[in-house]
Nanobody, 128 residues
Framework: QVKLVESGGGLVQAGDSLSLSCAAS????????MGWFRQAPGKEREFVAA????????YYAESVKGRFTISRNNTKNMLYLQMNSLKPEDTAVYYC?????????????????????WGQGTQVTVSS
């Protein structure tokens, strides 16, 4: 059974940093790209960052580019999101996800439907 568990969320002030982690189990995650999404109250789930199987290619939403860094450790089955210079608009529940083996991931990575497995989410709140 596939399981993703996020951790590291919390309440911080604008300008602070947070590091999110996602522990994965139940399959060989090194074979699959992974991503981070977020969802604020009343809004749709939106793409934040993604990373390919080896970790050599990363993708970011324009709103977080230069502030967030995604990484993975395939030996430990872990996915990370380092968030710096946080802004109040970054407030949301953050989810990690594993893609479902699509052939065109490099084009489709921003779409939630591409991802087959999701964690339960971790709340990030940034006060002004």
């Amino acid at each position: 059974q596939v399981k993703l568990v996020e951790s590291g969320g919390g309440l911080v002030q604008a300008g602070d940093s947070l590091s999110l982690s996602c522990a994965a189990s139940g399959r060989t995650f090194s074979n699959y790209a992974m991503g981070w999404f977020r969802q604020a109250p009343g809004k749709e789930r939106e793409f934040v960052a993604a990373i390919n199987t080896s970790g050599g290619t990363t993708y970011y939403a324009e709103s977080v580019k230069g502030r967030f860094t995604i990484s993975r450790n395939n030996t430990k089955n872990m996915l990370y999101l380092q968030m710096n210079s946080l802004k109040p608009e970054d407030t949301a529940v953050y989810y990690c996800a594993v893609e479902g083996g699509v052939s065109n991931y490099a084009v489709e990575y921003t779409r939630p439907a591409v991802y087959a497995y999701w964690g339960q989410g971790t709340q990030v709140t940034v006060s002004s």
